[in-house]
């Protein structure tokens, strides 16, 4: 199994509130991807990286913003949550985000806003 | 807009085959992912395919009609533990991946 881990695992928390999710790994790959995964929807891009300090905004991107200071850490903030994110968050890693190259994903993250 | 379509929800028996559908219209194909996700868990990758035709791993196959934007997931000799949703995604011209909202594949005895 790649070596990719987020943390939380769950969290409850309150409309307004900021929240950062964390997606660490250990398998030094380039690409690190940030998705929302919601009942009656495919999983939604909301980041990427493809490098150090190199980000970009994916599909649902409003509210979030993103980190990447390490090849092994990404970070996901929410600047002030709603209820609307709440939702299931994973992170996924590749080698190389322009080929057949495929996505590893983390255990994901429950999110609540209540 | 780009959109991946795939049944919600399947019933299939033990030790039968299943085929699972996906139809797609996307900007650009750079190749089309299947995925399995068990229930809570994350999605693992099954198969990618990027000419046409069928490729076979194990009990699994997977299609592909780029001409018809067109693929299916194929499971013989269905088990218990393939209970699972399968998702279908298509690396679009910005090499993004769009996903499909997944069919759930219910497995009886």
């Known amino acids: 199994d790649a070596g990719i881990t987020q943390s939380p695992r769950h969290k409850v928390t309150e409309t307004g509130t900021p929240v950062t999710l964390r997606c660490h790994q250990t398998e030094n790959h380039r690409y690190m991807y940030w998705y929302r995964q919601d009942p009656g929807h495919g999983l939604r891009l909301i980041h990427y990286s493809y490098g150090v300090k190199d980000t970009d905004k994916g599909e649902v991107s409003d509210g979030y913003s993103v980190s990447r200071s390490k090849t092994e850490d990404f970070l996901l903030t929410l600047e002030s949550a709603t209820s609307s994110q709440t939702s299931v968050y994973f992170c996924?890693?590749?080698?190389?985000?322009?080929?057949?190259?495929?996505?590893?994903f983390g255990p994901g993250t429950r999110l609540t806003v209540l | 807009g780009q959109n991946i379509d795939q049944p919600t929800e399947m019933t299939a028996t033990e030790g039968a085959i299943v085929q699972i559908n996906c139809t797609y219209q996307t900007s650009g194909f750079n190749g089309l992912f299947w995925y399995q996700q068990h229930a809570g868990e994350a999605p693992t990758f099954l198969s990618y395919n990027v000419l046409d035709g069928l490729e076979e791993k194990g009990r699994f196959s997977s299609f592909l009609s780029r001409s018809k934007g067109y693929s299916y997931l194929l499971l013989k000799e269905l088990q218990m533990k393939d209970s699972a949703s399968y998702l279908c995604a298509v690396l679009d011209s910005n090499y993004q991946l769009i996903w499909g909202a997944g069919t759930k594949l219910i497995i009886k005895p």
């Open positions: 996924a890693i590749s080698e190389d985000g322009t080929s057949g190259n495929e996505q590893f």
